[in-house]
């Protein structure tokens, strides 16, 4: 990555010091008041499966779990940030990640006059691995308020900061999108921003496909003969983890068992319970969330192990005529012959996936949505071994979850008790999202 620091040419102006009060609320003495949730529609890209938000005006972004920044292409004309800022420094304390450096062109051209002193970020494409350079800015959003998840209150406009990107940086993401929306724990987040300046708890919820939620989470279950149940009284939670080499989310895994009618076989990894850990001091190991990939991908160690207990379920399942297909490229594991159809939900009897996790109240399970993909003549298990090119997620995590395995579901984040609420394929619990959408 060539070196963009840039000098500072005089002190910080008023702005700065604007900026640095209204953007970095959190640390200072005064808390902001307290602002209602926002909820947001998402819409599920056909093309790339990615999820878009609409919450910056006029332009959808892609939604990334792991990502930092907010970050879009920007008019030619926009505000910067000055360099001298604690919102510069904050942004600048991202660890750069391993990227293929893409040409920002002359994004300075288009800054407000007298900016000599602006701000430069590096946004980070996390399909394609790309990343470049561009000035910090503030973007306008608008969001609708919500008291319960369940209406929608009225519309707010606010700002936040991020990145300017150029055209380029857009590569592989769904066609009118401008640009990333970072989930991170890291404090120019979207999340991170909107809690330090609404005061509503570093909590968010993403009931995928649908919408986001922001704050203190409102969401209801629909559920088949019981109406509207707040979701803390049904879903499970575990402990989230993080790593301190990069930002994204972290599932405690201890094991993997294959499940089907009564049949069922644990994965009998390499290095036992410790196949997944996650180490603290070379970042590697352990389980991550993804939604910048399509499916999940485990290290060869681990898919050899889960695919044999895979095969194992469906050997000793009772419908004998399932059998082992040939592979479709990407996937390895494919089979042929007559799943049985269930009633409810109604959908295919086929093997369930269980993730045990370590100090959380419920297995993490994978039914059919999100891992079976149908192939003509076969159904394969969308779960990938890792190629030779490494993870698509940095530092060699021992598997990802992807896009497939997360949608249909209700991911509530609490970032202060850093606690992942989870539900599984929603239509397993004979179950959605009530949305005002
Ligand atoms: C608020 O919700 C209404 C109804 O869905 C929608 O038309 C409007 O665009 C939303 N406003 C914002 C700022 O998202
Ligand atoms: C949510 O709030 C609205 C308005 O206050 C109310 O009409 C609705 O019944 C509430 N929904 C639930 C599930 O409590
Ligand atoms: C859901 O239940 C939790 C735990 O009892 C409570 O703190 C929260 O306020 C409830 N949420 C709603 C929207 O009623
Ligand atoms: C399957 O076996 C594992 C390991 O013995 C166990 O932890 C898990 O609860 C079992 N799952 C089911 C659905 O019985
Ligand atoms: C598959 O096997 C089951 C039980 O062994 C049987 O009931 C079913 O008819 C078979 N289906 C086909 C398409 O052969």
């Known amino acids: 990555m060539p070196n963009t620091r840039i000098k500072c040419l005089r002190p910080p102006a008023i702005v700065s010091l604007v900026l640095l009060l209204s953007f970095l609320v959190a ?49 030619s004309t926009h505000s910067t940030v000055a360099c001298l800022s604690g ?30 002193c602006a701000c430069t970020a590096h946004p980070f494409n996390p399909v394609t691995g790309e990343c470049s350079t561009g000035d910090l800015t503030s973007f306008a959003m608008s969001a609708n308020t919500t008291s319960n998840g369940t209406n929608l209150l009225y519309p707010e406009s606010f700002t936040t900061v991020g990145t300017c990107a150029p055209q380029r940086l857009l590569a592989s993401l769904p066609a009118g999108a401008t640009g990333v929306a970072g989930f991170s724990r890291r404090p120019l987040s979207l999340p ?3 809690a330090a300046q609404r005061n509503f708890g570093n909590k968010f919820a993403l009931c995928l496909p649908r919408f ?9 279950l629909g559920m088949e ?31 993997i068992s294959v499940w089907w009618n009564g049949v069922n076989i644990s994965a009998s990894l390499p290095a036992g319970a410790g196949a997944f850990d996650l180490d603290v001091r070379t970042g590697r190991g352990g389980v991550a969330l993804s939604t910048t990939t399509p499916y999940a991908i485990m290290r060869p160690d681990v898919f050899r192990a889960f695919a044999k207990a895979f095969d194992a379920a469906i050997e000793k399942g009772k419908y004998t005529n399932v059998t082992r ?43 059919n949505e999100n891992y079976m993909v149908r192939v003509p003549g076969a159904m394969c298990v969308g779960i990938l071994e890792m190629e030779p090119g490494g993870m698509p997620v940095d530092d060699e995590p021992a598997m990802v979850l992807g896009l497939k395995q997360l949608d249909m579901n209700l991911l509530v984040f609490d970032l202060d008790k850093m606690l992942l609420w989870f539900s599984g394929e929603l239509s397993f619990r004979l179950a959605g999202c009530a949305s005002p959408f």
């Not at 947001?40 to 332009?59: C, E, G, M, Q």
């Not at 149940?229 to 301190?244: H, K, S």
């Not at 490229?329 to 269980?354: H, N, Q, S, W």
């Open 27 to 75: 640390t200072g003495d005064q808390q902001p008041a307290y602002k209602l949730p926002l909820i947001v529609p998402l819409v599920r890209d056909t093309d790339t499966s990615l999820y878009t938000i609409a919450i910056k005006n006029d332009a959808p972004l892609v939604v990334d779990l792991a990502g930092t920044l907010v970050w879009s292409t920007c008019p």
């Open 212 to 220: 986001a939620a922001f704050g203190d989470t409102p969401v209801y």
């Open 325 to 367: 297909a040939p592979a479709v490229e990407p996937f390895k594991l494919c089979y042929t012959g007559a799943f049985p159809f269930m009633k409810r939900p109604a959908t295919y009897d086929v093997p369930r996936i269980y993730l045990e996790l370590a100090g959380a109240t419920g297995v993490w399970p994978l039914f």
């Open 225 to 255: 003969g019981r109406g509207f149940v707040n979701y803390t009284e049904v879903i499970p939670y575990t402990p989230l983890l993080t790593n301190p080499r990069n930002p994204g989310y972290y599932l405690p895994v201890k094991g």
């Open 192 to 194: 991170s921003q909107l």
């Open 87 to 116: 919102t510069c420094s904050a942004v600048n304390q991202q660890q750069p990640r391993r990227c293929r450096y893409v040409d920002g062109g002359w994004f300075w051209f288009g800054r407000e006059p007298g900016s000599h």
